[in-house]
């Protein structure tokens, strides 16, 4: 999305594309495996609904997004192209502290991710393989894309991941 609310920072494709900044072709099933190979571990008491206010609980991440422009590519927190609105109407950028691995969860033998297609919620999201651990992150109606910074829709772009040390 280039403007609007937003709940996810990341989807794949056929997930919620109305309410994501970012949606990729890889499956989240692929992406928890290489994660886990990885020894990344995941949160060991979810998060029990979506909009839940407790703190997502798991190993922090940055999670980056390269764009490259003329020949020339730029690394960014993946939080640049987003803005958080206050209790009093006002925007500002959102703070750059990461993302949480909780690894989403399995209901009924089936891994959530891969069925809902959600990678890096906003919103906490049990399903979600990533969630945000600011204290808005219960909040649905304070995540926007921020229409001067974020890049035209379409735009190409590599998202990596990146374990905090």
């Known amino acids: 999305m280039n403007k609007g609310l937003l709940e996810y920072v990341l989807v794949s494709s056929g997930g919620k594309l109305h309410e ?39 190993d922090p991440v940055d999670i980056w997004v390269m764009v490259t422009k003329n020949g020339r590519s730029d690394k960014f927190p993946a939080e640049k192209w987003i803005t958080v609105r206050n209790q009093a109407g006002k925007f500002s ?10 690894g989403s969860i399995v209901r009924d033998g089936v891994f959530v991710a891969q069925m809902d297609r959600s990678i890096v919620a906003l919103f906490h999201d049990p399903t979600a393989m990533f969630d945000n651990p600011a204290p808005e992150g219960g909040n649905d109606e ?12 379409g735009t190409d772009v590599i998202v990596s991941i990146q374990k905090k040390k």
Request: charged content about 25%; cysteine-free.
């Open 20 to 58: 994501s900044l970012l949606s990729t072709d890889i499956e989240p099933f692929h992406l928890q495996i290489a994660l886990l190979m990885l020894g990344l571990k995941r949160s060991p008491r979810p998060l029990r609904w979506q909009g839940d206010p407790d703190t997502p609980q798991g």
């Open 142 to 153: 304070v995540w926007f894309v921020d229409k001067q910074k974020v890049m035209p829709k």
């Open 93 to 102: 950028p959102m703070e750059h502290r990461g993302f949480i691995f909780t």
